[in-house]
């Protein structure tokens, strides 16, 4: 099994940016697909991004298409979310998580989770 924990999270003006990471241990993160999901209050957690083991594929949601970037430094033990241009519905708790197949965008899908990381977007 593979530990994952988030950080990076914080408070932003709308326009601004964040990276965040999820740092791995127990196993090397390099043989699991990755992924980002996140969760608004009251809402249910949703799909962000994915990348592949070695990170040649990478998937968004259309909802931040253009502004975050997934990308992983597997020598690291490190997945990355660069989110740019940020929007006060970006604002949620965002986990990493990491299963051992091809890309998904599905919940479900995922064997191991991070606890979150906080991120509000202010207007």
């Known amino acids: 099994q593979v530990q994952l924990v988030e950080s990076g999270g914080g408070l932003v003006q709308a326009g601004g940016s964040l990276r965040l990471s999820c740092a791995a241990s127990g196993r090397t993160l390099s043989v699991y697909t990755m992924g980002w999901f996140r969760q608004a209050p009251g809402k249910e957690r949703e799909f962000v991004a994915t990348?592949?083991?070695?990170?040649?594929?990478?998937s968004y949601s259309d909802s931040v298409k253009g502004r975050f970037t997934i990308s992983r430094d597997n020598a690291a033990n490190t997945l990355y979310l660069q989110m740019n241009s940020l929007k006060p519905e970006d604002t949620a708790v965002y986990y990493c998580?990491?299963?051992?197949?091809?890309?998904?965008?599905?919940?479900?899908?995922?064997?191991?989770w991070g606890q979150g990381t906080q991120v509000t977007v202010s207007s």
């Open positions: 998580a990491a299963r051992s197949g091809g890309m998904s965008a599905v919940e479900g899908d995922y064997g191991n």
């Open positions: 990348i592949t083991w070695m990170g040649s594929r990478k």
